[in-house]
């Protein structure tokens, strides 16, 4: 009786151990990876936001400055002088237009796979570790089953001996 009740113990002690386990996997390691998934998420979209900002000031927004500042100027003065700097200033910031109407058209065509492919490369490395995580959780519940089971063994030998001196 007292070893049927030992190995209902360790029966129930195993079982705890178990879900202890899993409920740290579901706790923490999913919680750590998909942590880690926004954060990886967060960085492209803020890398790529501050690398568009930068070209739109270099190539946009200083170049405009420019052109509006002499406009603004030649409609004050109108003269020769300021009509003749607005167009060298319009001139020598059209290849920087054209750039942008360059790359505006190939990131309408092709800027989005390569964001596409970032993502999709993220979202497979977390699967990947989950997956990773998976298989250690599997691991230590099959080796916690493996020390259950030669527990149980043992409980088991030890009641058929006592059954044996009993009788």
């Known amino acids: 009786m007292i070893c049927s009740f030992n190995h209902e113990i360790n029966l129930l002690k195993s ?3 178990i ?7 579901y706790r923490h390691s999913l919680t750590n990876i998909h942590c880690q998934y926004i954060q990886n998420l967060i960085e492209i979209i803020s890398t790529g936001q501050q690398s568009f900002n930068k070209q739109l000031q270099t190539h946009l927004y200083e170049p405009l400055v420019n052109i509006i500042k002499e406009f603004n100027r030649m409609n004050e003065e109108k003269t020769d002088e300021s009509l003749k700097s607005f167009l060298f200033t319009f001139k020598i910031h059209i290849d920087q237009f054209n750039e942008i109407v360059h790359d505006l058209y190939q990131q309408i065509t ?3 796979k390569g964001i596409e492919q970032l993502f ?7 699967w990947k570790d989950i997956e990773q995580q998976q298989k250690q959780l599997l691991d230590n519940l099959s080796t916690i089953k493996n020390d259950s089971n030669l527990t149980d063994r043992t409980s088991l030998d030890n009641l ?3 059954l044996d001196v009993v009788t």
Do not use: A, Y
């Not at 879900?19 to 996997?25: P, V």
């Not at 999709?120 to 977390?126: D, G, R, V």
């Open 15 to 17: 079982e705890l151990n």
């Open 19 to 25: 879900k202890t386990k899993q409920l740290s996997f």
């Open 110 to 112: 092709d800027g989005s």
């Open 120 to 126: 999709i490369q993220t979202n497979e490395q977390m």
């Open 160 to 162: 058929f001996h006592l």
